[in-house]
């Protein structure tokens, strides 16, 4: 089948909703989507998402989000909230919802349990919600609970990728066959021809978490992103499926620790959480030390050769797909 009708690859359902140039998504990054990256994720043409979870208390959340929004000029960006699967003591998601709906926030990337309670209110507000999640079922129910768009993320995300975790190949597949809304693929993606594959497949976009870890704006030290920049896929590893949290981290004596207590038959968070405690890899990131902490990182970081600014990370993924569809014998601006 010969396709006759040209269209920008860079425009679609997702980059319309999140008024865009892109339709990229640099998810939130615990500890590291602060103001400055953020505001240069929107500034490079992207959706940026400030972790909501990153900061104490929702004043100090409230003074990022104003820095960002002078970084910005105004010009929207999005806050990620993150929620624990299940409803605990001390669980702040109420007040951060209220927060961003009360600060107009343009987009909310929401993730762990289900995110109808909030949805209407957001939605109130003038804010588009997002949700990721791990595989389809969770998609199908986020779209009944009324969300703008979601994310799937594969097997071989950072972070959380489930309990059955489906390749984003397969998980793109199945859900343009499911869902009417628009949806991104994450997991794994850190070159412009994985874009490209996810858009063939039906995505409208794609979330990019690990490919940005080495910019130049993320606050983390020079010797973690130099880490990072030498990694092969098989330099990640998933630990913590023993509590039914599986997290996908860069291979460290952290890992090995925990993977070994886990092999022993330890399954109880308490025992584990020492181990793999937030503050563990904040300190991680400042230091450079990356071989403690659980440092999420996806096996997209196989792909990273360098650091760079994300202005310049993004041209290159913008060339890549462009080659991607000359292949093809497409051209650049059709898809």
Known sequence: MTLTTPKDWRDTPLSRLLGTRLPIMATGLQWLAN???VAAAVNSDMMGFITAA?????????DEIQRCRELLGGRSFGVNVSMLPKLLPGDRTEEIMA???DEHI?????????????????????CRVVHKVPQLRHALKAEAA????????GAECGGHP??????????????ARALTIPFALGGGIACGEQIVAALA??????AIGTRFLVADEIPAHVDYKQRLVEAQP?????ILSSVRNSMRVLRNETTATVQALEGEGVNDIQQLLPHVRGVLGKAAYASGDWRQGALSAGQGVGLMTRSATLVEIVAELEQEAEKALARLGMGGNRV
């Open 201 to 206: 497949l039906g995505a409208s976009g794609v």
């Open 35 to 37: 103001a400055d990256y």
């Open 106 to 126: 343009a987009v909310v990337e929401t993730s762990g349990r289900d995110p109808t309670a909030y949805v209407a209110a957001l939605k109130a507000s003038g």
């Open 162 to 175: 489930g309990e059955s975790p489906v390749g984003t190949l397969v998980q793109g597949a199945l859900a």
């Open 146 to 153: 009324g969300v703008d768009a979601v994310t799937l993320v």
């Open 99 to 101: 927060l961003i709906a």
């Open 234 to 238: 098989s330099d990640t590893t998933l």
């Open 54 to 62: 990153s900061f104490p208390d929702t004043a100090t959340l409230r």
